[in-house]
């Protein structure tokens, strides 16, 4: 499977197949339109999921992947519920890393309700080092990308250390959230009631998205945290945009 993967500026490395588009879809959308390749990789197929199942869930990444635009979209294919960091996952991750050779990986926050989403983050944060360590799986050309970000799920007060302004693929990244249309809710369904499924979540996410926006003056956004310190090479120009100057535009 690790033969599939395709270079990519930037790559998502989450637990399950909708974690990426429900916290930072709109950061990969953002970066496809801005001339980027962008990527992502779950580690499970979401099998213990209370919801659809793991073909259905597969198709709807599918769906996913196209509408955002992604060049790389790759299952590892764990077992779902089992993550936990050890020497073989962050081994595994390196050759993710040296394959698609991404300067920003997005994981998930290194505090959250689910325990695989803190289990990935914590493989993908101590894989970043060793991704450049020549003899840490030496059959790879080294690979260390520039920065980790881990997006803010909300499940969990966190404050952000940036925040990207996504206003302007809003819609795009509704609609491939909404791929994932098992997980969410349907009239008339018989599955199990889930947070997720709930009706009221799709306006959740927005709401988080208008919050971390209102943050700085636009629309939308999503909030990321990073232990590293952000480069600014002009700080006059990083400043220099007017807070609800111009209402948000497709690209």
């Known amino acids: 499977m690790l033969s599939e993967f395709t ?32 990527g992502a990789v779950e580690f499970t197929r979401g099998e213990l999921g209370t919801r659809g ?24 294919e764990l077992p779902d519920g089992h993550l936990h960091d050890s020497d073989e996952a962050r081994k595994l991750i390196v050759r993710v890393l040296r ?19 803190i289990a990935v983050a914590e493989i993908v944060s101590r894989s970043m080092h060793l991704s450049g360590v020549a003899k840490c799986v030496p059959e790879l050309e080294p690979w260390r990308p520039h920065v980790l970000l881990h997006y803010l799920s909300g499940t969990r007060p966190l404050a952000p250390s940036l925040v990207v302004d996504i206003s302007s693929v809003f819609e795009q990244r509704t609609r491939a959230m909404m791929c994932h249309r098992s997980q969410f809710f349907a009239e008339g369904s018989t599955e199990r009631k889930t947070r997720i499924a709930h ?10 998205l208008r919050h971390f926006g209102g943050l700085i003056g636009v629309a939308f956004a999503e909030a990321f945290s990073t232990e590293e310190p952000v480069p600014v090479a002009d700080v006059v120009a990083l400043y220099a945009r007017t807070p609800w100057a111009h209402p948000p535009q497709e690209p």
């Open 99 to 117: 394959l698609m050779r991404p300067r920003v990986v997005i994981a998930p926050p290194l505090r959250d309700h689910h325990p695989d989403h």
């Open 53 to 76: 199942t793991v073909a259905i869930r597969s198709r709807e990444a599918e769906e996913a992947a196209r509408v955002l635009g992604l060049s790389c979209r790759l299952n590892l």
């Open 199 to 208: 009706p009221d979540f799709p306006k959740v996410i927005e709401g988080r």
């Open 7 to 38: 270079p990519c500026d930037i790559v998502a490395i989450t637990a399950h197949p909708d974690d990426m588009e429900i916290c930072c879809g709109g950061t990969l959308a953002l970066a496809v339109h801005q001339g980027w390749k962008a």
